[in-house]
Nanobody, 123 residues
Framework: QVQLFESGGGLVQAGGSLRLSCAASVRTFSSYGMAWFRQAPGKEREFVAAISWRNNNTYYADSVKGRFAISRDNAKNSVYLQMNSLKPEDAAVYYC????????????????WGQGTQVTVSS
């Protein structure tokens, strides 16, 4: 069983930055592809970024490419999302997700989810 705990959300002005963290309670963290998704009110949960378990390759939604960066620290069982140049449309609950020995961009492919952390961007 994998438990994920997100932190780092908050209120930021447009153009500002936030860094989200996700800590995983699992011994084999390096074997999990990790991803961030987000869900705004009234919208479906959408893919934001993912990082491979195998080679640290990263994948991004077009809407965040060049502004967000996903990274992982296997020694700390953690994955991060650095968000820069935030826009009001980035406001959402951000979720961390894990998949064993795979890296996906589809939310239906992830077995483990955190509880989410709220990001609010004021204009």
């Amino acid at each position: 069983q994998v438990q994920l705990f997100e932190s780092g959300g908050g209120l930021v002005q447009a153009g500002g930055s936030l860094r989200l963290s996700c800590a995983a309670s699992v011994r084999t963290f390096s074997s999990y592809g990790m991803a961030w998704f987000r869900q705004a009110p009234g919208k479906e949960r959408e893919f934001v970024a993912a990082i491979s378990w195998r080679n640290n390759n990263t994948y991004y939604a077009d809407s965040v490419k060049g502004r967000f960066a996903i990274s992982r620290d296997n020694a700390k069982n953690s994955v991060y999302l650095q968000m820069n140049s935030l826009k009001p449309e980035d406001a959402a609950v951000y979720y961390c997700a894990a998949a064993y020995l795979h890296t996906y961009t589809s939310r239906n492919s992830y077995s483990y989810w955190g509880q989410g952390t709220q990001v609010t961007v004021s204009s």
